[in-house]
């Protein structure tokens, strides 16, 4: 049995869509997600993945046409009872046939860096970007995509 290609990992990001439109209903991830760093990585993962899904503190893995019902705030970073658990991530990454990629490529920071290790453990896992700060990143990410 052949494995689908590349899986691509984008960490979803604070600013919402709500953050400028508090009338707006549910929104796709693709869209309901604002920030520079999203919008890039979002672009890098358009341009070379197979599929890409998008990492939520509160949702877990979700495809980019998932409806988020409304604005929250909820992020790694700050553990609270709605963050979703590694369990819960590994789960949907076995339901969601996220296990079955030949290559699977995760972006952003150290805390999804961390998380995806724990969810993918043992599996050969790319941080392309690991370890720059931030701007770097997008920078990198950016030359990446016009090279």
């Not at 700050?78 to 590694?86: H, L, M, N």
């Not at 896992?125 to 090279?147: N, R």
């Amino acid at each position: 049995m052949q494995h689908p290609e590349t899986l691509i990992i984008v960490p979803c990001g604070v600013a919402k869509v709500w953050d400028r439109n508090q009338e707006r209903g549910p929104t796709p991830a693709k869209d309901a997600y604002t920030g520079a760093p999203f919008i890039v990585n979002r672009a890098y993962a358009d341009r070379r993945a197979d599929r890409w899904v998008v990492l939520s503190a509160k949702y877990g893995f979700i495809n980019p046409d998932f409806m988020i019902p409304g604005p929250y705030n909820v992020t790694f970073k700050s553990p609270s009872a709605e963050v979703v658990t590694i369990s819960t991530l590994q789960t949907q990454a076995r339901q969601q046939g996220l296990y079955d990629y030949a290559r699977i490529i995760g972006l952003g920071g150290k805390e999804y860096r961390a998380i995806l290790t724990k969810v993918f453990h043992g599996r050969s896992l790319e941080f392309p970007f690991a370890g720059l700060p931030i701007g770097k990143a997008m920078q990198a990410t950016k030359q990446t995509l016009s090279g």
